[in-house]
């Protein structure tokens, strides 16, 4: 009985608390910080695959002062999410992350591009420290910890998501569930490295 009440309050103090990231000395680092290269304006470039990344999910703003994301992540269902995208990458529109950084067009990732960033040494995030700094530093089940994807689980409903305090996947119901939105670009002559 007592073992039990321990691991609950245990339970719930990690999932009020904030959780900063921690890396184990003993796994060698599979995204060192020599894969990305950190631009000034608030984009890195995976220097493996060559993807331009935001550095803040959608709803928080690129501080090159302070060089960190700032405000909160927003969440979006994800048929939302998608429309949302569609009025970034808009000429005639007015969204304030049109051509963000010079790059003409933003896209949701697939799962395998957000797994492409998952640190195996480290946890709470799971990401490169370089690449994203303290961006995911979210609350244990808060969900602006997870990513969409544009990858469908193949069930017609669900869509693959990135758990970037793991770095897990999961599917989620596209229409039940609403998660934050990291932005990725091809390859592009914009953003110099």
Same mark, same amino acid.
């Given at each position: 009985?007592?073992?039990?009440?321990?691991?609950?309050?245990?339970?719930?103090?990690?999932?009020?608390?904030?959780?900063?990231?921690?890396?184990?000395?003993?796994?060698?680092?599979?995204?060192?910080?020599?894969?990305?290269?950190?631009?000034?304006?608030?984009?890195?470039?995976?220097?493996?695959?060559?993807?331009?990344?935001?550095?803040?999910?959608?709803?928080?703003?690129?501080?090159?002062?302070?060089?960190?994301?700032?405000?909160?992540?927003?969440?979006?269902?994800?048929?939302?999410?998608?429309?949302?995208?569609?009025?970034?990458?808009?000429?005639?529109?007015?969204?304030?992350?049109?051509?963000?950084?010079?790059?003409?067009?933003?896209?949701?990732?697939?799962?395998?591009?957000?797994?492409?960033l998952k640190e195996v040494a480290c946890y709470a995030p799971?990401? !490169? $420290?370089?690449?994203?700094? #303290? @961006?995911? %530093?979210? *609350?244990?089940?808060?969900?602006? /910890?997870?990513?969409?994807?544009?990858?469908?689980?193949?069930?017609? !409903? $669900?869509?693959?998501?990135? #758990? @970037?305090? %793991?770095? *897990?996947?999961?599917?989620?119901? /596209?229409?039940?569930?609403?998660?934050?939105?990291?932005?990725?670009?091809?390859?592009?002559?914009?953003?110099?490295?």
């Open positions: 009985m007592m073992k039990k009440l321990l691991s609950t309050t245990l339970l719930a103090l990690c999932s009020t608390t904030a959780i900063a990231q921690e890396c184990s000395a003993d796994i060698a680092k599979t995204a060192s910080n020599t894969r990305y290269y950190a631009h000034d304006n608030g984009t890195v470039t995976d220097m493996l695959t060559g993807l331009t990344w935001m550095r803040c999910q959608v709803g928080k703003t690129w501080n090159a002062s302070s060089n960190k994301c700032t405000g909160t992540a927003e969440r979006y269902f994800w048929q939302s999410a998608l429309t949302m995208i569609e009025s970034v990458n808009d000429v005639d529109g007015n969204h304030k992350l049109h051509q963000f950084a010079g790059i003409e067009r933003w896209r949701m990732p697939n799962i395998k591009e957000l797994v492409s799971a990401l !490169s $420290s370089k690449a994203f700094g #303290d @961006t995911f %530093n979210f *609350e244990q089940g808060d969900y602006k /910890a997870y990513l969409w994807s544009n990858t469908s689980a193949g069930d017609g !409903s $669900s869509v693959m998501v990135f #758990d @970037t305090i %793991n770095a *897990e996947v999961y599917q989620h119901n /596209a229409a039940k569930h609403d998660f934050s939105v990291l932005l990725v670009a091809e390859p592009n002559s914009n953003v110099e490295p």
